[in-house]
Nanobody
């Protein structure tokens, strides 16, 4: 019962940076980022709770960070040192309680890393 709008995707060279944002229409308990890369299943990237606790997938740890702004009901994914294999469609998802799965999803934003 929350709408999510993603922004910030684009084309970047290897080693570059992008910042993705997800704006939610209401309060959420946790927000996550997933990505769909060519030839692969949907991959979990990172998540953050409204309290600030977060986890980051090993594949992006040290390069990506996730943050949130509770006042704005937003979450962001800062992506640094981008690699070609980071290319894909990035989706944000939200859960409103611990009893919910990742029920609410954004439309996705394309990230292309290419030289």
């Amino acid at each position: 019962q929350v709408q999510l709008v993603e922004s910030g995707g684009g084309l970047v060279q290897p080693g570059g940076s992008l910042r993705l944002s997800c704006a939610a229409s209401g309060r959420w308990l946790a927000m996550a980022w997933f990505r769909q890369t060519p030839g692969k299943a949907r991959e979990y990237v990172a998540q953050i709770s409204r309290y600030g606790s977060s986890t980051i997938a090993d594949s992006v740890k040290g390069r990506f960070t996730i943050s949130r702004d509770n006042a704005k009901n937003t979450a962001s994914l800062q992506m640094n040192s981008l690699k070609v294999e980071d290319t894909g469609v990035y989706y944000c998802a939200a859960r409103l309680s611990n009893q919910d799965d990742w029920q609410y999803w954004g439309q996705g934003t394309q990230v292309t890393v290419s030289s």
